[in-house]
Each structure stands twice: as structure tokens, then as C-alpha cells.
């Protein structure tokens, strides 16, 4: 029987791996450059922890989660997402002892029962960013200039935010009331997810996925008319930051985040190149989720944002084609005794830089096809006439140009030349 990765699950293979190598590292850095720490966050949690987080309503609680009973009978959830984790992690820790702001990252797998599609697995990877502890409207705008800044440090400029705010507790209220006013006449053209939605929540019709649905929301009233004044004042705030920053951002009243927990921020980053899917990430602030999990109440903000959409959105755009950088150089040799020159030289080398070689005793014209093919700066020779002579030829791939080199001084020549190589690039 031939076993298959299961349905909605893949693997990433070498060809691919490096360019999730690549966003790992830029991520990685920004965060760095934020002032954002990772934490690392258990694969599964008590199924009460989403539920309460995320929201009974949402869809993700009511049809796409993991969950298992274990041994002992409790009832556990593989995380379908990173926040509720973070605030679990938060509370349990005590990380805000000292009125500190806690700035936390996560890069990790999340897993969701969804219909497998292009794009979409059910084990899939996030990255995120939670700031916990302040309602400074100057930490909303760092986090959207963070979203905004990690797209263009990989190389997709044009990245743009778009930011709304969601309300508070004190203006909601008012602005469901005034949803369903307007929508309660049509109700009955709405899909049945609607349907459930305008008696739980009305704000989450917006994030039908029904072509249908949205149209009849186009002409819904904003809740920008509706905000409370400390939400108004907050909004603002945020806009006039993000515009000292220069931030590129546009207000977009009718967007709404799919989950339960956000209050006033709520933005999502948008590249033009990529079409009608073209959110990047979303995030925003949820002041009631530390307190809702038990926690005192805790002012925070986060976003967060899948990498599969991200690795197809840099191939798309041409930000990331190819194929992985090649080893900076590859032995090449001939003959038992010439492997063995070839063994000292190489361990030398991968002291310092990447080495490729042959173990499959091909002949120098194989092996040389195989250095051009692999991308390698750089190629050694070493025959039978070579290591008789005590010598072995360095080659440049990109100006062909080769030369002798005595065999113990093979590893400093080369590093000679790729740093007169780097130096003469920039
Ligand atoms: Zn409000
Ligand atoms: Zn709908």
C-alpha cells in the first residue's frame, strides 16, 4: 500500500523550502527590528480556550476545528489560529506584571478542517504579532507599519493598509440595531450562514464568502457613523500616526474582520498585483480577549497572516522565481586518490562556505555539467595529473576563467576571490 500525505496536507520540498527559509528569515528580522520576541506556543489547547477566544459564532468554532478527546477524556484542539494561545500564554505567565507592554511573535503551523483548494491546506503556517498591555492608538499604527513594512523588506513594494475601525462594546450595540433595521426587509435573499448571522452577530455578514451576500450588503450603513467618541478620537489618532510615518494606508469603512474579538483597529494590507484575493495579512486590536479569557483587563493588539498566500503571492508577482541559490562552489574530482585531496579540501571549505561534490565516481565532464547546473560560483578540479602534481585548478563559472593553484593553498585562493568577487558586485 502506497501511503499519501493526507487530504488537505503537503509536503514542502527542497525546491520550494527556501523560499519559506527566505520569509522566515526576513519575518524574523523585522520582528527583530520592531522589538517583537518570539514565543512558542503549544501544537494543541483545551478546546474551551477557542471557543471562548474566537467566538461560539464564528465559523472556524463551528465547523473547522481538530478537536480529540485524549486518554484521560478531555476535550483538545489542535490551534487553528495563534491569539488565543498568546493571551492563554499571557495570563498564565503573568508577562504583565508592571503595567509592561508585552510585544510576542509567532511563526507557526495552524490547522483547520476547510474543503481543500488552491492555496488553502488544512495544516497551514501563520505568522503573527500580539502587543498586550496598551491602548496607545501609536501601537495599532506600529503594528500596521510593522504588516506594511515586512511585505516591502521582501521585496513586494506597493504594499498598502487599509484600516477601519470595528467599535467598542459602547457603540456596537447601536450599530447592530441599525444593521438590522436596514437589512431585516431582505433578510430572506441572504444565505442561511447569514441568516444565523444577522440574530448572532449582523456585523459578521460581511465576511460571507456569497457573491450574492455581498452584493446586498453594498449599500449596509458604515460604522464609522456609528463610533462611540473615544472611538472616533482612537481611530484618528491611529490615521494621524500612520500618516507621520508615512504608512500608505486608505480608510476602508466596509471592511469587517471575521472574528468575534475586535474592538476599535481593524486593518488588512492589500497588494494591487494580486487581484480580488489580495489581503496579505489582517489583524487589529481586541481590548476584551484578556479579560474574556480570565485575565485582568489588558488593552491589545495583533495581526496575523497565512505564508502559503504570501509564498504564492511573491511567485505571482515575480518577487520570487527560480530556483534556490547554488552552493558557492563545487570539487570536482577523479580517481580514488583525487577524492581523497578532494575530501580534505572540501572539509576545509565548509568551514567557511557551501560545498557541493560527486560520490557517484561520474566522469570531470558530468561532474562540471552538474556544478553549471546546480548554480555554483566556483568549481575545483582535481584529476590523476593534479593530484600528482600536487595541484588542482580553480575555475570561475561566471567568467570561465581557471587557474593552477598549489593543492594546500586551494581554500585560501578561494576565499581571496569570492571576496574580491562580493566586493566588486556592490
Ligand atoms: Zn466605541
Ligand atoms: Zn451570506
Not at 466596509?254 to 488588512?268: H, I, P, W
Not at 497588494?271 to 479579560?291: I, P
Not at 553549471?372 to 593530484?387: F, M, N, R, S, T
Amino acid at each position: 500500500m502506497a501511503y499519501k500525505a493526507p487530504r488537505g496536507t503537503r509536503d514542502v520540498l527542497p525546491d520550494e523550502s527556501w523560499k519559506w527559509q527566505r520569509i522566515e528569515r526576513v519575518f524574523r528580522a523585522t520582528a527583530d527590528r520592531f522589538g517583537y520576541r518570539e514565543i512558542r506556543l503549544p501544537v494543541f489547547e483545551e478546546t474551551e480556550l477557542f471557543a471562548r477566544g474566537i467566538g461560539d459564532a464564528t465559523d472556524i468554532v463551528r465547523k473547522e476545528m481538530y478537536t480529540f478527546t485524549d486518554r484521560k477524556g478531555r476535550s483538545l484542539t489542535l490551534r487553528p489560529e495563534g491569539t488565543a494561545g498568546t493571551v492563554r500564554s499571557f495570563i498564565e505567565h503573568n508577562m504583565g506584571r508592571g503595567a509592561r507592554l508585552t510585544k510576542l511573535y509567532y511563526f507557526c503551523p495552524m490547522f483547520r478542517y476547510e474543503r481543500p483548494q488552491a492555496g488553502r491546506y488544512r495544516q497551514f503556517w501563520q505568522w503573527g504579532l500580539e502587543a498586550i498591555g496598551s491602548m496607545n492608538p501609536a501601537v495599532d499604527a506600529e503594528i500596521i507599519h510593522f504588516s506594511v513594512d515586512l511585505f516591502e523588506s521582501l521585496g513586494l513594494a506597493g504594499a498598502e493598509a487599509r484600516v477601519n475601525s470595528a467599535g467598542c462594546p459602547t457603540c456596537t450595540p447601536a450599530y447592530n440595531e441599525l444593521l438590522r433595521e436596514r437589512l431585516g426587509g431582505k433578510l430572506d435573499q441572504f444565505c442561511d450562514d447569514c441568516k444565523v448571522r444577522y440574530e448572532r452577530n449582523p456585523r459578521r455578514m460581511f465576511d460571507c464568502k456569497n457573491e450574492h451576500c455581498l452584493e446586498l450588503l453594498e449599500d449596509a450603513p458604515s460604522i464609522l457613523e456609528s463610533l462611540c467618541e473615544e472611538c472616533a478620537e482612537h481611530f484618528a489618532s491611529v490615521r494621524k500616526h500612520l500618516e507621520r510615518m508615512s504608512v500608505r494606508f486608505v480608510v476602508d469603512s466596509s471592511m469587517a474582520r471575521g472574528l468575534d474579538y475586535y474592538t476599535k483597529t481593524v486593518f488588512e494590507v492589500h497588494h494591487e498585483g494580486l487581484g480580488a484575493q489580495s489581503a496579505l495579512c489582517g489583524g487589529g486590536r481586541y481590548d476584551a480577549l484578556v479579560e474574556e479569557l480570565g485575565g485582568a483587563p489588558t488593552p491589545a493588539c495583533g495581526v496575523s497572516s497565512g505564508v502559503e498566500r504570501l509564498i504564492t503571492a511573491l511567485t505571482d508577482t515575480g518577487v520570487m522565481t527560480g530556483t534556490e541559490p547554488g552552493p558557492s562552489v563545487y570539487v570536482a574530482s577523479l580517481g580514488s586518490e583525487a577524492a581523497l585531496a578532494a575530501a580534505a579540501v572540501i572539509a576545509e571549505l565548509r568551514k567557511s562556505i557551501s560545498v557541493e561534490t560527486d560520490y557517484q565516481s561520474r566522469s570531470l565532464k558530468a561532474q562540471m555539467k552538474e556544478a553549471g547546473k546546480l548554480g555554483a560560483g566556483h568549481v575545483v578540479i582535481i584529476g590523476e595529473d593534479e593530484v600528482a602534481r600536487g595541484v588542482a585548478v580553480v575555475k570561475n563559472m561566471t567568467t570561465g576563467e581557471q587557474n593552477e593553484v598549489a593543492a594546500d593553498e586551494v581554500v585560501a585562493a578561494l576565499l581571496v576571490e569570492r571576496l574580491a568577487s562580493t566586493q566588486s558586485d556592490k
